[in-house]
Structure formats: C-alpha cells, structure tokens
C-alpha cells in the first residue's frame, strides 16, 4: 500500500505565495521521479513540476520563474514553492511519485489551490 499526503493549500490573493508538501510512505522500494501536477475545473491534468533521480527539475512554462520544486527522494518528500500567484494557478494539485521498472505512478488524495483576484 503507498499513501501519498499532501498539505498546504489554501486560498490566497493574486501575488501571493502557498507552499505545497507531499510525504510519501508503504511499500515504495525505489522513485524514479517525484512532482506535482494541476487540475483546473474542465481541464486535463497537467505537470507543473517534477524532478527525477537523474536529472534536473522540469518546469510548465506557465510556472517558470515562479514556482520551486525541492525534496528528497530518499526522503520521499517533495514541496512546492509558489510565488506571485496568480489566478489562472486556481486548481486542484496532486503529488505524484513514479518508480522504476513498472513506471507505475502514485496520486495523493489533491489538495485545493484558489487564487482571487
């Protein structure tokens, strides 16, 4: 069983900052990548950040130069900075871990982002 926790959403003014936290736990032997994606209210699900084992942290356009993404993989935390946030960020974030071989992926329960104008 693998849980993923996510916290730190919430509702914030335009410019504004929220910071994201997601602890994954249970029978998770190796990540291959851990990250966070949105889901606004008609849309597809998209990536907003992720970073690998192996590589560099890759950002949505939308996001760059306003959004951090850190942790820890052997931890199995990941966090995400948001800063100047605008409306258009409104939308539902979920963690996401992905291991290796299987390339299966993991999602947490999403945790509400609302930005107003």
């Known amino acids: 069983q693998v849980q993923l926790v996510e916290s730190g959403g919430g509702l914030v003014l335009a410019g504004g900052s929220l910071r994201l936290s997601c602890a994954a736990s249970?029978?998770?032997?190796?990540?291959?990548?851990m990250g966070w994606y949105r889901q606004a209210p008609g849309k597809q699900r998209e990536l907003v950040a992720r970073f690998t084992s192996a590589g560099s942290p890759n950002y949505a356009d939308s996001v760059k130069g306003r959004f951090t993404i850190s942790g820890n993989i052997g931890a199995k935390t990941v966090y995400l900075q948001m800063n100047s946030l605008k409306p258009e960020d409104t939308a539902v974030y979920y963690c996401n871990v992905q291991v290796p071989h299987t390339w299966q992926n993991y999602w947490g329960q999403g945790t509400q982002v609302t930005v107003s104008s």
């Open positions: 249970g029978s998770i032997i190796s990540i291959n990548g």
